[in-house]
């Protein structure tokens, strides 16, 4: 009786191997499809109140700027 291939710890292997790298390729294009449907996830914003008033601070022109 000739053993079966498709019980054989190779085939087992390789199997897996394959399943792996396709659920890897999955994940990899979701990804990539949630990072170009929403860029505005890559916007570097402030992280506290104190950073974000000085970030809108320095944004606008001053107000009273050569009026001295």
């Known amino acids: 009786m000739q053993p079966d291939p498709w019980n054989s710890d190779t085939e087992r292997f390789s199997r897996l191997r394959a399943s792996f790298w396709i659920l890897v390729f999955g994940i990899a294009v979701m990804g990539y499809l949630m990072a170009i449907g929403h860029p505005d996830w890559f ?19 001053a ?6």
Do not use: I, T, W, Y
């Open 43 to 61: 916007v570097l914003r402030p992280v506290s109140s104190a950073s974000a008033a000085m970030s809108q601070a320095a944004e606008q022109p």
């Open 63 to 68: 107000a009273n700027e050569g009026n001295s």
